[in-house]
């Protein structure tokens, strides 16, 4: 006889239907997210809203009626929700816990999954996790509302763009490429993303359409990328915020090309959870291939939004932001905890091409895995300042081999990594 395509219920001895185990670990967690979003009605009833929550796939939503004086968690709304969130349990109890934020908490699977995008009112599902944590964020102050200031202005007085840094976020370095780097550079990422596009590896995204193109891992992508790792930019301004042995975490260009819709607002540093924001954990220098402006897609960012418990409501708004614009040539330097996003590109034609240097402190995990994602011919010609950069030096307990990592030691693969040496095995 073939084998049913349903199998069969499990019976007892005396022919009932077995219960499905119940996992005692998930339940717990389960009660737990529950009792501790009870725990913040108060915070929510300002929302004056319905926010339904999936917590379990197997369980009814969770609807959370913040409507009237009192917020109630409720099985069930006499109107549709304004928002539903899906989220695990430990998720809730890490919101509460204040060990992580909520807008990488809310976003982070949908990335790649877009079923996992709250649905509805994007700013509410935002705000109830805000509001979940142990501190809710203020907004950033958007430009409109800063009254007279002068924000940074590309300058080739570093010591002004230090300031600027440190009092705005970014800062803008005039003539950081002469024509002759500008030209070269500016050729080689034009030819590499057309080369890319035509081979069918093209990185793009920019909404609709994804008219944007991004190129990444420039190390392995020619000489002149190579060679722009010896800027005294990089000398003057990277160990000042990041101490010494910072890492390049990432290597990449950003087209921006008309028709692309601004990206999602994000500081650099998001995904360093639990949620720290009173170090900078890293710095950016993105050098200007062409005019940029707030027509072609200037990055957009938030004026000094990198200091305090500060956090935009809706990450895909871009209002009172503004755009950090400059000639050719001009180095783009900003730090970590910076709100911005690569902004839209309005122009009927033309592109906006820049190159992103992003460097991190010495012990954070880079976005960039070099040593599986380098090429062999250039690893193995790699100077000793760019093994540096990319992580190929032990520094302090971290980034060494075989437990030798005695600070300013180079690493390098081991053909043969010490195996087991145990009766009746050799290595």
């Known amino acids: 006889m073939a084998p049913s395509a349903v199998s069969p219920e499990p019976v007892t001895s005396n022919g009932s239907a077995k219960q499905a185990p119940v996992d005692l670990k998930a339940e717990k967690k389960y009660a737990k997210a529950i009792k501790l979003i009870e725990s913040r009605l108060p915070h929510l009833a300002c929302l004056n809203k319905v926010v339904c929550i999936s917590l379990d796939p197997a369980k009814p939503d969770v609807f959370v009626d913040t409507r009237g004086e009192q917020a109630r968690i409720v099985d069930k709304v006499d ?42 009112e994007i700013p509410l599902a935002i705000g109830f996790c805000d509001r979940l944590c142990p501190v809710t964020p203020v907004e950033p102050t958007k430009i409109e509302d800063m009254g007279e200031v002068t924000l940074p202005v590309p300058t080739e007085d570093i010591e002004q763009v230090k300031a600027d840094i440190k009092k705005w976020g970014y800062g803008l370095v005039k003539n950081s490429l002469n024509p002759e780097q500008l030209k070269s550079l500016k050729s080689a990422v034009e030819q590499q993303a057309a080369g890319e596009d035509k081979h069918g590896v093209a990185s793009k995204d920019g909404g609709a359409g994804a008219p944007n193109q991004r190129i990444w891992t420039l190390v392995n992508k020619g000489q002149e990328f190579l060679d722009l790792l010896d800027h005294p930019l990089i000398d003057e301004v990277v160990p000042e915020f990041l101490g010494d042995g910072a890492i390049i975490t990432s290597y990449s260009a950003n087209i921006a090309r008309p028709g692309n819709t601004p990206m999602q607002l994000h500081t650099d540093q998001i995904a360093i959870q639990p949620p720290i924001r009173e170090v900078a954990f890293g710095l950016n220098i993105m050098w200007f291939l062409t005019d940029v402006t707030r027509e072609n897609g200037g990055t957009r960012v938030f004026p000094g939004s990198h200091i305090g418990p500060i956090a935009p409501a809706d990450l895909f708004n871009i209002d009172g932001t503004v755009a950090a614009a400059g000639p050719a040539g001009t180095a783009l330097v900003f730090e970590s905890r910076l709100w911005h ?87």
């Open 79 to 120: 109107v549709e929700a304004n928002c539903r969130i899906q989220v695990t349990p430990n998720v809730i109890i890490e919101l509460v816990e204040g060990k992580v934020e909520p807008r990488f908490a809310v976003f982070k699977d949908a990335i790649f999954d877009e079923t996992k995008m709250p649905s509805g």
């Open 341 to 427: 996003c690569t902004g839209p590109n309005e122009m009927k034609t033309g592109e906006r091409p820049v190159i992103l240097l992003f460097f991190m402190r010495s012990f954070i995990r880079q976005q960039e895995n070099n040593f599986l994602s380098l090429r062999a011919e250039v690893e193995a010609n790699l100077s000793d300042r760019h093994k540096e950069f990319l992580g190929y030096v032990a520094t302090g307990a971290v980034g060494g081999v075989e437990g030798k990592v005695l600070a300013g030691t180079y690493a390098s693969k081991v053909e043969k990594p010490v195996g087991p040496y145990r009766e009746g095995v050799t290595a």
